[in-house]
């Protein structure tokens, strides 16, 4: 008969052994390409400086790409793939149809290719464009873990859970939040995001036509003095006029979307939700009379952490030749 202790004397060092090994394939590295592909950050800025120069707006896109990449399924590139027949892939579901950049990503891709073939991933190439979108809009520069392999699952349905629409409540936007890992802090950081790019009107006009759901009613959150200028750019049922989200200052990255939430001129409900909870609350008071250096700290911290959501590394996933296919 084995005896418990020559049973346990050999499970508990394995144990141990799988434990340790589950925690290395969790993490990430700082320079993980350093010698793989040493100038994979350099080629991947070079490439972003001429695009953004060309097309400055797709610096909205390319930030929230991580947001939508990393909620659904974790951070491997799922979010690039593209449908096939029978299968209707995350790109194409209702939250994503508004990005932007796919194209532009597939080069930035290619130049990798050349350069260190099958080395450097999709899924680290949307952390790198994230990050080099918010120094190209005058905000921080900071660095990023790398070493994600990319994924292969893909589809649409799964966005729905995952990704909550701009109407969201403070509890519901907590709650997906720490089901990923973040913080009520880290919601409050990683939203000021929207201090760049451009929203459709649709998705935000039931908030000045139809805020009682039955035709009519304006969301009494807005800023009355801010209404008109909304209704002037948003007329009802537009499905394709775009406006800034952070008006006259959607192209830097700094503190006017804290300053706007703060005064009821959020875009989404979601926005001003931040003022339903004392920790966000307090946060977006404190950034909308800051200087940026918290936010900046803050923000580059919770990008970092948020980049960390179920990564495949060590072996698992594989590094796609082109990000829209898997090998
Ligand atoms: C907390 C929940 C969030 C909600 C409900 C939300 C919702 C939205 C919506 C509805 C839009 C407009 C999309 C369109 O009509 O084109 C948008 C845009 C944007 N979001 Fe969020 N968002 C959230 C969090 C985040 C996070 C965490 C980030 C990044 C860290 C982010 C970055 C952006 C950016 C940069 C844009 C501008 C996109 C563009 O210029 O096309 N958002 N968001």
Redesign the pocket.
């Known amino acids: 008969m084995v005896s418990y202790r020559a049973l346990f004397g050999t499970m508990v060092p394995l144990a141990l052994a799988l434990l340790l090994i589950g925690s290395t394939e969790a993490q990430l590295e700082y320079g993980f390409y350093k010698n793989s592909c040493p100038h994979a950050e350099f080629i991947v800025f070079q490439e972003m400086t001429k695009i953004i120069a060309n097309a400055p707006?797709l610096?909205?896109?390319f930030?929230?790409m991580?947001?939508h990449d990393c909620f659904v399924n974790g951070c491997d590139a799922s979010l690039l793939l593209n449908s096939t027949n029978n299968n209707p892939a995350e790109k194409d579901a209702p939250p994503n149809q508004?990005?932007?950049g796919f194209d532009a990503i597939d080069d930035i891709k290619a130049k990798l290719e050349m350069a260190c073939p099958g080395i450097v991933s999709c899924a680290d190439i949307l952390a790198m464009i994230?990050r080099d979108s918010v120094k190209l809009t005058y905000g921080p520069y900071y660095a990023i873990e790398t070493g994600r392999r990319d994924g292969s699952r893909s589809e649409a349905s799964d966005t729905q859970a995952n990704l909550?629409?701009?109407t969201?409540n403070i509890t519901v936007?907590k709650n997906i939040?720490i089901q990923k890992g973040l913080t009520a802090k880290d919601?409050a950081v990683?939203?000021g995001?929207?201090t760049?790019?451009?929203?459709?009107c649709?998705?935000?006009t039931e908030r000045l036509y139809n805020f009682t759901g039955r035709g009519f009613g304006l969301d009494p959150a807005l800023d009355p003095t801010y209404v008109p200028q909304l209704m002037c750019e948003c007329k009802p049922n537009d499905n394709t006029t775009?406006v800034e989200?952070d008006p006259g200052s959607s192209r830097n990255f700094d503190l006017a979307y804290y300053k706007g939430v703060s005064r009821g001129r959020g875009l989404?409900t979601?926005d001003d939700q931040l003022l339903h909870d004392p920790e966000t609350k307090a946060y977006v008071e404190r950034q909308a009379m800051a200087w940026p250096e918290e936010f900046f700290k803050d923000f580059a911290e919770s990008?970092v952490k948020?980049g960390r959501i179920e990564v495949l590394t060590h072996g698992k996933g594989e590094i796609r030749k082109k990000c829209a296919f898997v090998n």
């Open positions: 707006f610096t909205g896109p930030l929230r991580q947001y508004s990005l932007r994230a909550q629409p701009p969201s936007l939040f919601l990683l939203t995001a929207h760049i790019g451009q929203s459709l649709s998705s935000f775009r989200m989404f979601s990008m948020m």
